[in-house]
């Protein structure tokens, strides 16, 4: 895949993450409040945003990177990250994503991740797409409905880094497209 692969959809648009971004990152994946129900956020410091960056720096030089990172650019302001996690045999990817709380209940989330499943399906080959979510964060499992995906499992369990060692129940959601 190219570096330079873009994503565009009516309002916004999805680069491939790098350090350009790391203050802008730092600002939503680095608030406890932005990242409530995160499992692995908020970032204690820049060197760890820094450090997640760079990572999915190298992801993209890859052939076929196992992690696409992408920042969410609206009128060019950085105000959130998604990503599509890879499984094994590349059929099947996990989604994630993180918007910066001013953001929120605008359908900015719903919108990258719309051209992100067709960019996985299309480019990709992906046949299946599943997300996961504390069972407490409405917004999230909500945006997955709209998504089109369905509920496939409510057992799982999770922490979340902000919340210490405390179990929380894990929903997870899937789409499969015809092959």
Avoid at 60 to 69: D, I, N, Q, V
Wanted: with cysteine; charged share 25%.
């Amino acid at each position: 895949m190219s570096k330079r692969i873009e994503l565009c959809t009516p309002r916004l648009a999805l680069r491939p993450a790098d350090l350009t971004y790391l203050h802008t990152t730092h600002a939503y994946a680095g608030n406890l409040e932005n990242t409530r129900f995160m499992m692995y956020l908020p970032y204690a410091d820049l060197a760890e945003t820094a450090a997640f960056l760079q990572d999915a720096q190298v992801q993209w030089a890859m052939a076929l990177p196992e992690r696409y990172e992408f920042v969410i650019l609206l009128d060019g302001r950085h105000i959130g990250g998604m990503t599509l996690y890879m499984q094994e045999d590349r059929t099947e990817a996990e989604l994630g994503w993180v918007l910066h709380r001013d953001y929120w209940r605008r359908g900015y989330v719903t919108e990258a991740a719309l051209a992100l499943m067709t960019f996985a399906r299309e480019q990709l080959g992906v046949r299946r797409i599943f997300a996961c979510c504390d069972s407490e964060n409405v917004a999230s499992f909500k945006t997955m409905e709209k998504l089109g995906m369905r509920l496939c499992k409510d057992d799982g369990v999770r922490t979340n880094r902000s919340m210490g060692e405390a179990r929380r129940c894990e929903l997870t959601y899937e789409i499969r497209f015809p092959q």
